[in-house]
């Protein structure tokens, strides 16, 4: 039949690949391990069906053609080929997060689902995913690729892939990614503005030698005995609640979250427990003394601010793991603060190891001081994305208020440095909008609105030129829709109108926090 005929293309034009030159990629010497037609699995009742695998089942992409391949020296990739006839014309990268090390083939579900050319990598390297960092030790090259130039290989290896098995060019190329994979976005804004037409950043670091400072900071702010630290669950919760009875009602509706952190005057002393005394419900000195420490900028015995970015209200819900060991974590796991600042700082900082690193111990006069290598190195600050703008790319950033891992403020830090650069607000939202919603965890989850669709409103942007100027982002419980609220463009703050369903996002209106 002329299905079955079809099928024998399709598979034969994959199993190509497999024998097709492309080592002679230049700057991506490129080598294809394996290339073959896969059958989509059918969908785990088990996964939500917003998961990209449950996505992936319910669309029209029954196949695809699954090419495994290296770029020299080590940064492997999986690139998913939906067939042709399910092709949207489009090619997407997710880059890998945290000290990367794997290939996670399933990152590329979502946008698999929806025709695009699919890739992802390793970051460079094999390795423990999480922040494993032995990977990197004498090893300046795989720094090298880790920091900036992994992402920007694959995708010249992956465009040279899927133009040969199509047999014609890609229309657009996007990018999304989170936390480190939010940093890859950048550093492809900044380093390599021709590789993606849509850039889709969130929680990135882009501070990265910045927050393994702040790392060690907070590390000294909770550590207790053993390296254990003075913060629980038990805590996080007596400030969570706390916080919401002050602030969760800042948009002119109780929502339970805080949508503008900056506005929102709340204190650990206001939950201090009484002299001497000690929880439930209550803060002793010394965890009262953490927590403003956790809320004060990283400074040196100057008082010279090594990173502003602190901890804001709305972030207890998310402190667990990062600020303290989860309950039920083995006693051998320190929380993640501790982890990330010392095995960046012993392998991963020079090209030769630090054996005596110690985030406990890090002086924070002495220590910046030796890491300007490492920032030259790993950090996406530059705010110069005038190349970005003009070859047409689009740029949409979002990051959640109740993220503990990296601060939401430090997306708008960086916004607001990008803004000065180009001249003012309507220069940089023409390429570049930035959306902070409340109540989301870093990358996802949390107690507020995060559900929403960042990647068609980047599309829209890119191919259609309909700028984004409003997010909508709902809640649900129990699967079901419970409320909704518009997110504007930073700085806009979403109000509520004084009429309507509050729990409806045509309830609410833009308002300007700096013309009130």
């Not at 309950?327 to 991963?348: C, D, E, I, K, V």
């Amino acid at each position: 039949s002329a299905a079955t005929a079809q099928a024998a293309t399709d598979a034969e034009r994959c199993q190509a690949l497999l024998r097709a030159d492309f080592g002679v990629i230049p700057d991506a010497p490129t080598r294809v391990t394996s290339a073959r037609v896969v059958d989509v699995p059918p969908a785990d009742p088990k996964m939500p069906p917003t998961a990209g695998p449950a996505l992936l089942a319910a669309s029209a992409v029954k196949q695809y053609c699954q090419v495994l391949g290296y770029v020299a020296p080590q940064n492997k990739f999986e690139l998913r080929l939906p067939l042709p006839a399910q092709w949207n014309g489009k090619f997407h990268l997710t880059p890998c997060a945290g000290f990367c090390g794997a290939v996670n083939g399933n990152t590329c579900a979502m946008t698999l689902a929806r025709g695009y050319a699919s890739i992802t990598g390793n970051g460079g390297h094999d390795s423990p995913v999480g922040f494993d960092g032995v990977w990197a030790a004498n090893s300046p090259n795989l720094q090298e690729d880790f920091a900036w130039r992994h992402n920007h290989v694959i995708t010249v290896a992956g465009k040279a892939i899927t133009t040969r098995f199509y047999g014609r060019p890609i229309a657009r190329s996007y990018m999304s990614g989170c936390s480190k994979g939010g940093h890859a976005v950048l550093m492809e804004a900044q380093r390599f503005p021709d590789d993606f037409d849509g850039l889709l950043a969130s929680a990135p670091v882009y501070d990265l030698v910045g927050r393994v400072i702040a790392g060690a900071w907070w590390a000294q702010a909770v550590n207790g005995e053993g390296h254990r630290s003075i913060l629980n669950d038990e805590i996080a919760k007596t400030v969570a609640a706390s916080i919401s009875t002050h602030c969760g009602a800042q948009a002119g509706v109780e929502e339970g979250v805080v949508s503008d952190p900056a506005s929102c005057d709340w204190r650990p002393d206001m939950i201090a427990c009484t002299a001497g005394g000690a929880g439930p419900g209550c803060l002793t000195a010394r965890q009262v003394e953490a927590v403003r420490r956790m809320m004060a900028p990283v400074v040196n015995s100057k008082g010279q601010v090594l990173y502003k970015y602190t901890d804001i209200p709305g972030t207890a819900t998310e402190w667990a793991y990062w600020h303290y060991e989860p309950s039920g974590a083995p006693n051998a796991s320190p929380y993640a603060n501790y982890t990330l600042h010392q095995q960046f700082m012993r392998f991963m900082a020079d090209p030769a190891v630090r054996p005596d690193a110690d985030p406990l111990t890090f002086d924070f006069d002495k220590g910046p001081q030796t890491l300007a290598r490492a920032r030259a190195l790993y950090n996406a600050d530059s705010f110069d994305l005038r190349p970005f703008k003009a070859r047409g790319g689009k740029l949409l950033m979002w990051h959640g208020l109740a993220d503990a891992s990296i601060v939401a403020s430090s997306s708008a830090g960086y916004y607001e440095g990008v803004e000065r650069l180009m001249g003012g607000r309507a220069q940089t939202q023409e390429f570049f909008r930035l959306f902070l919603v409340p109540g989301v965890h870093h990358c996802g989850g949390g107690p507020g609105f995060a559900r929403f669709d960042a990647l068609t409103l980047l599309e829209n942007w890119v191919e259609n030129g309909h700028a984004p100027d409003v997010m909508i982002a709902s809640r649900a419980a129990d699967g079901v829709t419970e409320r909704s609220r518009p997110v504007y463009p930073y700085p806009l703050l979403a109000r509520y109108s004084g009429s309507g369903d509050p729990k409806d996002a045509a309830s609410f209106v833009a308002q300007d926090p700096g013309k009130r």
